[in-house]
Each structure stands twice: as structure tokens, then as C-alpha cells.
């Protein structure tokens, strides 16, 4: 099994839109994606972060039946919606992978 974590810092804004109302979208949207696409066991969201080093505004954790699972993950479709998403709020990105 891999295990996925990503961690995020948001723009303060975007559109008029504070971020702490686009953490709860990108929450809402990754977490659409638990059942809907195959090797993704597990997808899990929080924004609140009780105390990260270095400082992030919104994780994702996700488990994934292997590295080919992964990958089909990071390209599907409904995958990429949330990315392309995600790029117009986020100002930094973090992210790891491991096997367990």
C-alpha cells in the first residue's frame, strides 16, 4: 500500500473568495473522490491544522493499493478536475509518498 500526503498553503484570497472557504471546497471535492476511482482505498481532507512545521493551511492523506494506483490517481479525470482546481488557490505545495 502507498500512502499519499499532501499539504497545502492557500492565497489568502482568490476571486474575492477568502481561503478558508476554498479549504472547504477542496475539501468537499477531493473527498468526492473516495469510491469513484479504482486503487484509491482511502481519501481523507483537514483544514484544521492544529500545528504543522513548516506551516500548511489544508492536508490531504490518501491510501492507495500501490504505485501503479497512485499513478492511475494523479491522472484521472476527476483527479485532475480538483487539481486544476486547486492551482488557481494554493501558493505552495508539499508533498509525500511512502509504502507501507
Not at 20 to 31: D, P, T, V
Request: hydrophobic residues 45%; glycine residues 4%.
Amino acid at each position: 500500500m502507498v500512502k499519499h500526503i499532501v499539504m497545502w498553503t492557500l492565497q489568502e484570497e482568490v476571486d474575492g473568495v477568502p481561503a478558508k472557504e476554498n479549504a472547504a471546497k477542496m475539501k468537499e471535492m477531493l473527498e468526492a473522490l473516495n469510491g469513484r476511482i479504482e486503487g484509491l482505498r482511502h481519501l481523507e481532507v483537514s483544514y484544521d491544522i492544529v500545528a504543522a512545521d513548516p506551516e500548511c493551511h489544508i492536508v490531504l492523506c490518501s491510501e492507495h493499493d500501490d504505485a501503479v494506483a497512485l499513478d492511475h490517481y494523479q491522472g484521472h479525470p476527476e483527479h485532475q478536475a480538483c487539481v486544476a482546481f486547486v492551482k488557481t488557490v494554493a501558493a505552495s505545495r508539499k508533498v509525500l509518498d511512502y509504502v507501507i
